[in-house]
């Protein structure tokens, strides 16, 4: 019985996690970077958790908000605001391939948000920014529209 509940874990992890990344946004759950403001990132200098009560969709995800004046902000500019390759790893997207990321390896550069996949990835991502960052935005558009 334990053996059974652990592998239907395992497969709702992984359904979840493949609908995550067939999108255009990292959205696991359907909440966009894992329902943190996308605003407060730029705003705060910091990590923020949006709250359900300032709730938008945009690109078939769910975006939390931790004000509404953040909320109102990203409606008058989502691009502005929305992380680089979908909040999908940068580093990852530079590579060719979709990978989800965790939250603490944000970056803003150059009034861009981006995201990595952890905090090794992200390492190595710093040590080459201004190069990575050409080859996933060359490359974005192909990787965007894979599973």
């Not at 940068?90 to 905090?119: C, I, M, R």
């Amino acid at each position: 019985m334990k053996r059974l509940l652990i592998i239907a874990a395992l497969a709702f992890v992984t359904v979840i996690q493949a609908k995550a990344q067939s999108s255009e946004i990292f959205a696991p759950g359907g909440k966009a970077i894992k329902g943190y403001d996308p605003v407060a990132f730029f705003k705060e200098s910091k990590p923020v958790k949006g709250s359900e009560k300032f709730e938008y969709k945009w690109k078939d995800a769910n975006w939390y908000f931790a004000s509404a004046e953040n909320l109102e902000a990203f409606k008058a500019e989502p691009e502005k605001y929305a992380p680089q390759y979908g909040g999908y790893c940068a580093y990852g997207t530079a590579q060719g391939h979709k990978a989800p990321t965790e939250t603490a390896t944000w970056t803003v550069l150059n009034d861009k948000l981006y995201f990595n996949y952890s905090s090794k990835v992200k390492e190595a991502w710093v040590k080459d920014q201004t190069n990575l960052i050409k080859q996933a935005d060359e490359k974005w558009p192909e990787v965007k529209g894979q599973k």
